[in-house]
């Protein structure tokens, strides 16, 4: 689809239309993040879902917000509810919110109001296969997607699956922003390899925010 030197040199800021990269974004608020992320992960534990086809996710999820992104032999879909505790998921902290909304506003999508953040770990071996993120209802709005702790190589994708993906790295602190002509854009994240990060140790965080409902 893409030559990859063509885009060698301008991935850093926009790998695709529709796609910001910005490389970073989220260090000015890391302690809040970190705090963040060991408060909702204590209220409703990371586990591994299911898929529809029964396979367990090498990723290990958890959610913030009034919705939460859940996985099991039904489908995928949104639940208000955590289904292992029968109860709302924890809140969306501010800081969370305050981030994407800016990183979205950079990247032109203004007044982006994020109802949902799935939280995904991945340890090393982990990882995620190529997919479309299509279970939200407005898909004019974009996805915000903060990476801590370990890098990765994320493969961002065509409209077909069968596209050819950009690996684009992504490393503590960086946020990507995807919407407009990139929003379907099928998705995924190479197996993590092995590492240690100063302040996370052998794994890597990575927050979805997105406008569910
Ligand atoms: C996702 O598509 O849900 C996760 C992407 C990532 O971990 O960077
Ligand atoms: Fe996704």
């Not at 690996?167 to 590492?195: N, Q, S």
Request: hydrophobic share 45%; aromatic share 6%; proline share 7%.
């Amino acid at each position: 689809m893409f030559a990859a030197a063509e885009h060698r040199q301008n991935w850093r800021e926009t790998p695709l239309p529709g796609a910001l990269l910005l490389r970073g974004f989220a260090l000015q608020a890391e302690a809040e993040l970190l705090a963040a992320v060991e408060a909702i992960t204590a209220a409703a534990p990371l586990r591994h879902m299911q898929t529809p086809g029964g396979q367990r996710m090498s990723v290990a999820l958890s959610n913030c917000g009034a919705l939460g992104w859940v996985s099991d032999r039904a489908g995928y879909r949104y639940s208000a509810l955590d289904p292992d505790s029968g109860r709302p998921w924890p809140a969306l902290p501010a800081v969370l919110a305050e981030l994407a909304g800016q990183a979205a506003a950079a990247a032109g999508f203004a007044d982006f109001c994020p109802d949902a953040c799935l939280v995904n770990r991945y340890v090393p071996g982990a990882r995620m296969g190529l997919h479309q993120d299509r279970d939200e209802r407005d898909l004019r709005q974009p996805i915000v997607s903060i990476s801590l702790g370990l890098p990765a190589l994320f493969l961002f994708g065509g409209l077909q699956r069968s596209e050819r993906a950009l690996r684009v790295p992504l490393g503590h602190g960086d946020v990507l922003v995807w919407g407009g002509p990139a929003r379907l854009r099928y998705h995924g994240v190479l197996a993590l390899k092995e590492g240690e990060h100063p302040r996370l140790g052998a794994q890597r965080i990575n927050l979805t925010l997105r406008r569910a409902g």
